[in-house]
């Protein structure tokens, strides 16, 4: 059964087949390495997990979607990644 990944904050939904692997990381731009949007310092995620879909909100200043290999799938970066320099 496929399963709907969406990645907040823009909603972004990607599908998941069956045997497939998203791999998704974000990158803190603060200095302390503390994350924004989260009640928690430490969370660079907030997962909710439901029987046909997981939303994953990267508290981060981008996030980054690849397969397992590595692959980039959908990149979003708002202003620059912090670990990759500034957008082009």
Known sequence: ???????EPLGDVHRILSKETCVVVTHSSAADGSWPGTPLGEEPF????????????????????????????????????PAQGPAA
């Open 1 to 7: 059964m496929p399963l709907d990944l969406m990645v």
């Open 46 to 81: 907030q997962i909710d997990h439901r029987r046909d879909s997981v939303t994953v909100w990267a508290n981060g200043h981008c996030f980054h979607l690849s397969d397992r290999e590595g692959n980039e799938i959908d990149p979003y970066v708002y202003g620059g990644c």
